[in-house]
């Protein structure tokens, strides 16, 4: 279905889904994705999503924990960095012909 540049056989793993019960919102994932997929939240006393900056780390914001979410899944190339980064296992990937034949 897919190959790489010197025709060995290569399945995209897409990026699906993102358990943010085990995300410690350490940013990895985001840091190595160049597609702009994930974005980092805030998730405030009520358990509810709120806006926050990934690069700062203020004492002073409305969360208490931070959590990556999905934010552009269509950008997803499959390539995996994502979950080689990541220390939870928090991540959900698709192969793509899983996808296609969904
Ligand atoms: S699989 Fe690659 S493109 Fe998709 S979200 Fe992970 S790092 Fe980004
Ligand atoms: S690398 Fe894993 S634990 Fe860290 S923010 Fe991404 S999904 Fe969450």
Do not use: S
């Not at 025709?7 to 995209?12: S, V």
């Not at 914001?61 to 939870?88: D, T």
């Amino acid at each position: 279905m897919f190959i790489t540049r010197d025709g060995t056989p290569w399945e995209p793993a897409y990026l699906t889904a993102i358990d943010g019960n085990k995300c410690i919102g350490c940013g990895r994932c985001y840091k190595v994705c160049a597609r702009d997929v994930m974005h980092l939240m805030g998730v405030d006393e009520d358990d509810e999503l709120v806006a926050c900056a990934a690069d700062e780390d203020d004492d002073d914001e409305e969360f208490v924990r931070k959590v990556m979410v999905l934010h552009q899944a269509g950008n997803c190339i499959g390539c995996g960095a994502c979950a080689r980064v990541c220390p939870k296992g928090c991540q959900t990937h698709v192969g793509a012909a899983v996808l296609a034949a969904a």
